[in-house]
């Protein structure tokens, strides 16, 4: 069966570093897009980034752009999500999902469109 499996996150103070992991398993990496989404409580869950299926592609959400950077390695079937100068309002849930998209076409920024996901990862940020 097919698993999301997040890794990396925890509490740092602002203007700090995290790199998240999702690793997959039971799926062909390779056919994916990846998105990394956040929800923090009491808010809808918001789109943070997404890669294509070849890392050809990449997407951020302007809330984080400059800031975070979304990677994979199909090899290790594990997408990334590098975070740096982390703010308190970065503060969430992180939760990696899986689209099958092997042309490239999906919409990555719609939760709505994913096939899979994992079940999160806590990324607290101090002031």
């Known amino acids: 069966q097919v698993q999301l499996v997040e890794s990396g996150g925890g509490l740092v103070q602002a203007g700090g570093s995290l790199r998240l992991s999702c690793a997959a398993s039971g799926l062909t990496f390779s056919q994916y897009g990846m998105g990394w989404f956040r929800q923090a409580p009491g808010k809808e869950r918001e789109f943070v980034g997404g890669i294509s299926w070849s890392g050809g592609s990449t997407y951020v959400a302007d809330s984080v752009k400059g800031r975070f950077t979304i990677s994979r390695d199909n090899a290790k079937t594990t997408v990334y999500l590098r975070m740096n100068s982390l703010k308190p309002e970065d503060t969430a849930v992180y939760y990696c999902?899986?689209?099958?998209?092997?042309?490239?076409?999906?919409?990555?920024?719609?939760?709505?469109?994913?096939?899979?996901w994992g079940q999160g990862t806590q990324v607290t940020v101090s002031s």
């Open positions: 999902a899986a689209r099958f998209d092997p042309y490239g076409v999906i919409d990555l920024s719609n939760p709505n469109r994913y096939d899979y």
